[in-house]
């Protein structure tokens, strides 16, 4: 079974930074592609961002390439979101993913975490 905890989201500026963190099990952080949907309210579910360290791909969704960065840490096993100079249009709330494959599509990832709340003020 896998197992993702999220944590980190908060109220911020535009223009701030937050860092969100998604706490896995050691299973899935070794072996699985992990990233970051994000659901804003009367919206479809979004991709964020997606990595597989064991190949070595990341990929970004265009409205965060050079603002978020995704990354983790292999001795608390968990992966990171990191976001810089934040815009209203982030607002969301954000998911952490885990599955086997690589892919930007929501529908791919069997495992999502409980959500965490990302405001944004303008």
């Known amino acids: 079974q896998v197992q993702l905890v999220e944590s980190g989201g908060g109220l911020v500026q535009a223009g701030g930074s937050l860092r969100l963190s998604c706490a896995a099990s050691?299973?899935?952080?070794?072996?699985?592609?992990m990233g970051w949907f994000r659901q804003a309210p009367g919206k479809e579910r979004e991709f964020v961002a997606a990595?597989?360290?064991?190949?070595?791909?990341?990929y970004y969704a265009d409205s965060v390439k050079g603002r978020f960065t995704i990354s983790r840490d292999n001795a608390r096993n968990t992966v990171y979101l990191q976001m810089n100079s934040l815009k209203p249009e982030d607002t969301a709330v954000y998911y952490c993913?885990?599955?086997?494959?690589?892919?930007?599509?929501?529908?791919?990832?069997?495992?999502w975490g409980q959500g965490t709340q990302v405001t944004v003020s303008s």
């Open positions: 990595t597989k360290w064991s190949v070595g791909n990341t």
């Open positions: 050691r299973r899935t952080f070794n072996s699985y592609a």
């Open positions: 993913v885990a599955d086997l494959d690589l892919t930007v599509v929501p529908e791919r990832y069997a495992y």
